[in-house]
């Protein structure tokens, strides 16, 4: 059973528009969400966070909204860069207890130039 | 070194085979976290050392994997006995403080080791 589900494989948007990544859970114990994101043969690196107190975080070009009645997060990238070019993965925790983040199964977003 | 090292970057298996891929942390980091990520899928959590202890193996998908953190440093993910299921990328993470997922200290991943089974 998947806990946190992304299921949108692949998003494709053009340079300088708003990327928008979904991501949502079913664990209402999640308290803490974050988002990473991968290029092809490296490991995932952490983008950005939110905490369930709060229903948005924004570094740069990236924010992130959290709707904890809908379970629902988003990524929103903007302006959208060729450089964006990767595999999002959102992830979820339950502080203060075990320490095993949980997986979306990500979304494929490429910016065209 | 400047990050988490993982090795061999690649490995070819026959099944029934042995294997150990090794994970090198960023110096000092306490928390070591191993990671099984299947073709088209996102990670899935094996196991969590916080220095030598293993406190959090309820992922290991079966007693054909065993994985060690003697010195509270380099960890080693063991799979006995491999099965083609058991392709995937293995990824290692590490972080200064305990857990590390963006709460306290940050957490970092290796690149990986692409395991296949034939």
């Known amino acids: 059973d998947q806990q946190v589900k992304q299921n949108s494989p692949s998003l494709s948007v053009q340079e300088g528009r708003i990327s928008i990544l979904n991501c949502d859970y079913t664990?209402?114990?999640?308290?803490?969400f974050l988002w990473y994101k991968k290029y092809p043969a490296e490991g995932p690196t952490f983008l950005i966070s939110i905490s369930s107190i709060k229903d948005k975080n924004e570094d740069g070009r990236f924010t992130v909204f959290l709707n904890k009645s809908a379970k629902h997060l988003s990524l929103h990238i903007v302006p959208s860069q060729p450089g964006d070019s990767a595999v999002y993965f959102c992830a979820a925790i339950m502080t203060g207890g075990s320490e095993k983040l949980v997986f979306g199964k990500g979304t494929k977003l490429t910016v065209n130039p | 070194g400047a990050g988490v090292s993982q090795s061999p970057r690649y490995k070819v298996a026959k099944r029934g085979q042995d294997v150990a891929l090794r994970c090198d942390p960023i110096?000092?980091?306490?928390?070591l976290f191993w990671y099984q990520q299947a073709l088209g899928q996102g990670p899935e959590f094996l196991t969590y050392?916080?220095?030598?202890?293993?406190?959090?193996k309820s992922g290991l998908p079966s007693d054909r994997f065993f994985a060690e953190r003697p010195e509270g440093s380099v960890s080693t993910l063991k799979i006995q006995r491999t099965q083609q299921e058991d392709s995937a990328v293995y990824l290692c993470?590490?972080?200064?403080?305990?857990?590390?997922?963006?709460?306290?200290?940050?957490?970092?991943f290796g690149q990986g080791t692409r395991l296949t089974v034939v």
């Open positions: 993470a590490s972080s200064l403080g305990q857990g590390g997922w963006g709460l306290r200290t940050e957490a970092f």
């Open positions: 664990n209402s114990m999640f308290d803490y």
């Open positions: 110096s000092g980091h306490v928390s």
């Open positions: 050392f916080q220095n030598e202890a293993q406190l959090d």
